[in-house]
Structures are given as C-alpha cells and as structure tokens.
C-alpha cells in the first residue's frame, strides 16, 4: 500500500512539475510572439502616420492631424495616438489620452533626442500599456520637428497568459488521472502479478514443494537479473534442503560420506588462517564472446568440482591460462576477476601467453612430449629444444604470478595440478619456503627406462621434488615415480614412508584416486531424481537413437576425448568382430561413441580423427541396413547433460583406454546408473580397474577378449548385473571427488615444514 501511495504521489509531482515547466515556457514563448506581434503592428501603424503628419505638422494643420489620428482609434488594441513638437510638449492627442499626458513619456523623449524608434512598456490605472515612439522629421536642414507616440493596449496579452496557465492546471489534471490509471495497471500487470506469482513459487520451494518457475521469470527481460538471483536462491535452497536430508541420512545409517559441505568445513578446519592458492593451465570459468556481448562458461572438468569448494571455503585463488576471447575484457587491472560469476567466493588470476608460448609449452613440449611419454600408447613423444625452452619460461611466468599473489599471506598453501608445471614447485619453494606446495599428476607415471628418454629428465624430477607433496592416482605411479628418481637422481629414497630426501627437504609421494561427485544415493550429479523402470529405458533409448535414424534393441555408449590412448580404434574392431561372430546382434546392437575433438593442431591428434571416423564409415558400411548400422559417431562436444542421457539409457559402456591414469567416464558411468542397470567393460590399464573390481576387465589391445565382453556384458543375468552395479556404485560414492580433495588437503595441511633450508648441493 504505502508503495503504491508513493508510486502515485512521486507519479503526480513529477507530472506536475514537468507540465509547470512547460506551460512556463509556453507562456513565455507566447508573450514574446505577441508582444513581437504588437510590436511589428505598432511600427506599420507609426511609418504610415508619420509619412502624413510630417507635412501636415509643417503645414500647421493642426486640424486635419486631428482627425487624421482619430481615424486610427478603431484599431485593434489601439490605445491612442499623440504628437509631440520638438521640445516634447503634447499638441494633439485622442480624447482617451486626456489625463495620462501631464507629463511626457520618457521614451518620447529619447526617440526625438535620438532620432530613432523606441519602445517602451508601462502601467496607467494598473492597465499595461506599450508606447512606440517616432521622430518626425521636417525638410532640408529642419530636422526633426516633433514626435509621434502609438499607445498599444496589451491587457489581451495578459488574458493570453492566464488562458495558457488555466489550460495547463486543467490538463494536468487530466493527464494525472490517466496516467496514473494507466501506470497503476502496467504495474498491476507487469510487477504486482509476476512477484505474487514469484513469491507463490518462493513459498512452494520453502515449503519442500517443487514447481516450474513462472513464465514472467522466464520471457521477461525486465526481469532477468531478478530472475537469475532468484534462481540461485531457488537452487541455493534446494542444496541446502538436499544437503540437510543427506546429513540426516547418513548420520541414521551410521555411514559417513564426503559432501562438498563436509569438505568445506573440512578445509576450513585444517587450513584455518592459511591461504589456499591452485594452479592449473585450464582456467574454472572462461568468457566467450556471442555476438556483442560475452558469456561465462564452465570447461567440462571434475577439477572445477573437486577444488572450488576448496577455495570457497577459504577464499582462495586460482591461478590459470586465460584463453577465452573474451577474458581480458573481464578482468581488473591485476589480471583478477571474483567467481563464481552469479556469487563470488574467490579469485581467478588469469596468466596470459602468446601463441608462440602456447605453441611450445602446451601443444609442444606438454603434449608431444611429456603426454606420450608417460602414457606407454605407442607414439613417439617428440621433444624439441625449443619447445623445452617456451616449457620452462611459461613454468617461471606461473610462479612470478603465484608468488605475486602470495605476498602478505602467512603460512600459504598451493596445489599445483598436472603436468604442465613440472618446474613451479620448487620455483615457488625457492622464494617461499614457508609455503606448503603440492603437486598432483594426473597422468601415468612411466618405469624409469619409458621416462629416461626425455633429454631433461633431470630437470623436471628436481622442479617436481621442490614440492612438499606429490600426488598420483594409484600406488603402482608412485612407485614407478620412485624409482625413476632413485635411478636419475642423487638422492635418499625412504620406502617405509614413501619420501624422498633431497637438499635437506623431505617430498612425500602418495596416491589419491580422484573421482567424480556422488551423493550418499549413489547419484551423479546430473542424474534423475526417480529410477527408470525397464520399460522408461527401453523409451529413452528408442528416442536417442531415432535422432540418429536407427533402430536397435541394444545399445553401448563409449564417451572419449579423440586420443591415441583412449582406444577407440580397438573398440571399433572388438565391435566388428563382435557382429562377425555373433550376427544374431546384427541390426539389434549399436555403439553410441561421443569423440570429441581433442588437441587437432597436433600433427598426430589430427590424422587419429580422421582415421576414427574413416573406420566408422568403413565398419558401417560393412553392416549398415536401412535403418540401422553398428556405429553412431558423434563428432563433437557435449555437455554432462547430454551425455548422462546416453548413460542412463545403455546397456554396457566400453572403457578401452590403452593407458589412463584414472579414466573418470567408468566412474561418471556407474554413479549415474542409480537403477543398478547397465555393465561397464573397463580396460585394465587404467586407475579405475584398481577400484571398479565389478567391471568386466578386459586388455584392450586383446580383440576376442573384448569381443567376448561385449557378448557377456548382452547376456548377463539381469541379478549378477545389478549386483555388480551396486558393489561399484557403493565404491565410486565411498570415494567420490570430495575424499580425493579431502586427503589432499589432510595430508597437505599436516606437512612439517623445513624452515631452515640448507644450500643445495650442484650435481
């Protein structure tokens, strides 16, 4: 009520206000037009009299100027007429000049002594009156022999005015009238009834009741800031509900599971007044140009889901490559900008590079050389000097930019992710030795022979021993990683604890499996709420299919980056043998393979792409029916959301990597099958084959092994495939991403620092 009191009044003032100013300026305007007006009249009235009375005034005609200037009273807002001698003194006026004259005018005065035409406005008995005056000129060397007055009655100017003035009062009234009934029901229809339909739904979500959200929030652009908060609110609130149900359900099943909360105040609780800095080439959030305006988007990674509760809960930074188009026009000064974007909780500090030191850090020594290395896939890493070079300056910009962002901070931590900073732990621990530094490699680690071909070998195994902390997936990595140390270096390796001491400084080496996000029911994150029943799956798959024109009782889903050790090619050929020795799946099984395209500037990644989809044509073209063929290649990226579709739908999802450090599409498979359906082939080269024991295992590089999976996986009993399901899927939610991050932070947090760094030793 009092808003609309305000509306309404602030509505009438300013209607007010702006209708005063102009009927002000409109009466100014006209009075200066009438006056003009009255002003031109005056003029033509006084040249034509003046032509008459010069002569007659010579001539002493007194008489006939008489009647000549009474002739003149029917004009209209003619006052009267005088003529003055040249001294000023009146000699003939109109009758209705008579007691107005007892003293002359002024302006008479000027116009004789000046010999020029002048105005002049005044007031007789309260009535305005302008007075033009004229010389009037004799002949030859005479001069000027007198003077003419014209009195122009202007009272119609001032009941001009008042008209103007009673026509502005009355429209106004009129105008506020309509136009606060007009504005009171665009409000009604435009504000009051979104925001009572907006707060029906608040109320619903509040009261654990769900809802679309209106369609006002929706296709109303007035108001999407308000509707993008309120969904967040809506969002924020339905975590908040979901979180407090899940505590309440596991604190009754007596189970204790990792939440992104149970992490937050884990972090929080261990790092207590320590700042938490991550450093990743890959950035949580980069801005994209659409268009003339720009967009946030999230690059698909479990990190961003492991490490942002990490550094919302402490106000991190996060240290990363600025390569969106759009990411230098979204930073301050400093290079920084606060995300999450719709509520801000921490850092980003985006390092930037030229395209020569992406060139030679990323596509060069990064993933020509150090990704074959490490993955044993049969390509020969290539190494080049230069691109060592562009490694190790890109690897120095990093930590000049961390160690700028760590000072003031007491006691900082860092995680450094991957190997792309091989060489910025002990540059930081260098210039920071009160800093607690990790590293976690999220590829394989090689046996020593496989990494001693790189030519800097050295160099990177003393960078990454600068680290209080390094971290791999599965034990077998940290030993190979052991080993190659105790081969390249000089240094104490300590077995019993799995350390290494070197230059005075201990660097622990322990692996922590890295997951996905799974909440207590063994859900992923982009998961249904309700299991599908049989006939729901058989449905979705239907659909998904017919998108792609087939038809097919059975589907697998494979989900890859293109990469030469994702197996794809093996795959492919296990499934065309598949169809060679069992014909009875023909025209009712279909691999549903999502290959996105990956790193194609790289000579290598680029032929691998085109000989992926040359062997799906060929495959399909060997089997292919009118409505059917073996494979469906989607050749682009896709969302989580798009893929959990194909998840939920497939029978079996091949895993066939020739070597992985974890493969985490084997752990998003199983945490989104909450109905228990659905098999998992997994090669036995990657991480997950240490924890995923219910998988079908399988040597990818065995054809008729995979074969026979692919066969088994079809066939299984209904009660041994849900069994397997739910010994994996109790796994994966046991050790989701949350744990992995949790014991990073643990053990990183427990370190016990050298504070007294003895001079290292040269080699």
């Given amino acids: 009520m009092r808003l609309g009191i305000r509306l309404i009044a602030g509505l009438i003032a300013g209607i007010s206000l702006v209708t005063f100013l102009f009927a002000r300026y409109q009466v100014t305007a006209e009075k200066q037009a009438l006056r003009n007006d009255l002003l031109t009249r005056a003029d033509a009235i006084g040249q034509s009299l003046q032509q008459s009375a010069e002569p007659l005034l010579l001539a002493h005609l007194n008489r006939r100027l008489q009647i000549a200037i009474d002739e003149l009273r029917t004009r209209q807002h003619l006052y009267g007429v005088a003529i003055f001698n040249a001294e000023g003194k009146p000699l003939l006026t109109t009758p209705n000049l008579d007691g107005h004259l007892n003293a002359t005018p002024s302006v008479v005065s000027d116009a004789i002594a000046r010999d020029k035409d002048l105005p002049e406005t005044l007031r007789w008995d309260g009535t305005p009156i302008m007075i033009y005056a004229l010389p009037l000129h004799g002949h030859g060397e005479q001069g000027i022999i007198g003077g003419l007055a014209i009195f122009e009655d202007m009272q119609y100017i001032d009941a001009q005015k008042s008209k103007i003035w009673r026509e502005a009062?009355?429209?106004?009234?009129?105008?506020?009238?309509?136009?606060?009934?007009?504005?009171?029901?665009?409000?009604?229809?435009?504000?009051?009834?979104?925001?009572?339909?907006?707060?029906?739904?608040?109320?619903?979500?509040r009261t654990g009741k769900s809802g679309p959200r209106p369609s006002e929030l929706r296709d109303n652009d007035l108001f999407k800031p308000l509707a993008q908060e309120v969904t967040h609110l809506a969002k924020s609130l339905h975590a908040a509900r979901a979180s407090a149900?899940?505590?309440?359900?596991?604190?009754?099943a007596g189970e204790s599971?990792?939440?992104?909360?149970?992490?937050?105040?884990?972090?929080?609780?261990?790092?207590?007044?320590?700042?938490?800095?991550?450093?990743?080439n890959r950035e949580p959030y980069m801005h994209v140009r659409r268009g003339k305006s720009w967009e946030a988007v999230v690059p698909a990674s479990g990190l961003v889901t492991a490490l942002e509760p990490i550094l919302c809960a402490c106000n991190g930074t996060w240290v990363a490559h600025g390569s969106g188009d759009a990411d230098r026009d979204t930073v301050d000064a400093h290079d920084r900008l606060a995300v999450p974007p719709d509520e801000p909780q921490y850092t980003?500090?985006?390092?930037?590079?030229?395209?020569?030191?992406?060139?030679?850090?990323?596509?060069?020594?990064?993933?020509?050389?150090?990704?074959?290395?490490?993955?044993?896939?049969?390509?020969?890493?290539?190494?080049?000097?230069?691109?060592?070079?562009?490694y190790a300056e890109v690897n120095a910009k990093f930590a000049e930019a961390v160690l700028r962002e760590m000072e003031g901070a007491a006691d900082p931590c860092l995680l450094v992710q991957d190997y792309h900073f091989a060489l910025l732990p002990r540059l930081v621990k260098e210039k920071r030795p009160d800093a607690r530094v990790a590293i976690f490699w999220h590829i394989p680690w090689p046996n020593p022979e496989a990494f001693g071909i790189c030519p800097w070998q050295r160099e990177l195994l003393d960078g990454l021993l600068g680290a209080d902390l390094v971290g791999f997936h599965i034990q077998a990595h940290c030993?190979?990683?052991?080993?190659?140390?105790?081969?390249?270096?000089?240094?104490r390796i300590e077995w019993d604890r799995f350390a290494v001491s070197r230059h005075n400084h201990l660097t622990g080496v322990k692996p922590f499996p890295i997951s996905v996000e799974c909440n207590g029911n063994g859900r992923g994150p982009q998961t249904?709420?309700?299991?599908?029943?049989?006939?729901?799956?058989?449905?979705?798959?239907?659909?998904?299919?017919k998108q792609h024109g087939v038809e097919a009782a059975f589907m697998g889903i494979g989900v890859d980056?293109?990469?030469?050790?994702?197996?794809?090619?093996?795959?492919?050929?296990?499934?065309?043998?598949?169809?060679?020795?069992?014909?009875?799946?023909?025209?009712?099984?279909?691999?549903?393979?999502v290959a996105a395209p990956s790193r194609t500037r790289i000579r290598r990644y680029h032929e691998l792409f085109a000989e992926v989809h040359s062997e799906a044509e060929r495959i399909n073209w060997k089997f292919e029916t009118a409505n059917w063929k073996p494979i469906v290649l989607l050749e682009r990226h896709h969302s989580h959301e798009e893929i959990a579709r194909y998840y939920r739908s497939a029978d079996v999802c091949l895993v066939t990597s020739l070597h992985d450090g974890m493969n985490l599409v084997a752990k998003e498979?199983?945490?989104?099958?909450?109905?228990?359906?659905?098999?998992?082939?997994?090669s036995g080269f990657t991480g997950a084959s240490r924890e995923l024991r219910d998988a079908l295992l399988v040597n990818p590089y065995d054809i008729e092994q995979m074969t026979e999976a692919i066969r088994y996986a079809l066939e299984m009993d209904p009660s041994e495939r849900e069994a397997r399901m739910a010994r994996m899927r109790r796994v994966v939610r046991e050790n989701n991403i949350y744990r992995w991050a949790a014991d990073l932070i643990a053990e990183l947090s427990e370190i016990r620092l050298e504070r007294e760094v003895a001079p290292r030793r040269l080699e």
């Avoid at 395209?355 to 290395?373: I, R």
């Avoid at 030993?479 to 240094?491: K, W």
Wanted: glycine share 4%; aromatic share 12%; proline share 3%.
């Fill in 348 to 390: 980003l500090r985006r390092v930037w590079l030229s395209k020569k030191e992406e060139e030679g850090y990323y596509f060069g020594f990064a993933n020509e050389g150090l990704w074959p290395l490490c993955h044993i896939a049969h390509t020969r890493p290539i190494f080049r000097a230069g691109d060592w070079a562009c």
């Fill in 561 to 593: 980056r293109v990469d030469y050790t994702k197996g794809i090619l093996e795959r492919f050929l296990a499934l065309e043998r598949f169809l060679e020795k069992y014909p009875v799946y023909r025209g009712q099984f279909t691999l549903v393979q």
């Fill in 245 to 252: 149900a899940e505590e309440a359900r596991l604190r009754d």
């Fill in 479 to 491: 030993n190979n990683f052991l080993e190659t140390i105790d081969r390249a270096l000089e240094c």
């Fill in 169 to 205: 009062v009355t429209h106004v009234l009129l105008q506020v009238l309509l136009i606060v009934a007009i504005t009171l029901l665009i409000v009604r229809w435009t504000l009051v009834r979104p925001m009572a339909r907006t707060t029906l739904w608040l109320r619903a979500l």
């Fill in 257 to 280: 599971l990792w939440t992104a909360e149970r992490l937050r105040v884990q972090v929080q609780n261990k790092l207590k007044a320590s700042s938490l800095f991550v450093v990743s």
């Fill in 528 to 545: 249904t709420a309700d299991s599908q029943g049989p006939a729901s799956l058989y449905l979705e798959r239907a659909a998904l299919l």
């Fill in 669 to 682: 498979f199983v945490a989104t099958r909450d109905d228990d359906r659905g098999a998992l082939i997994l």
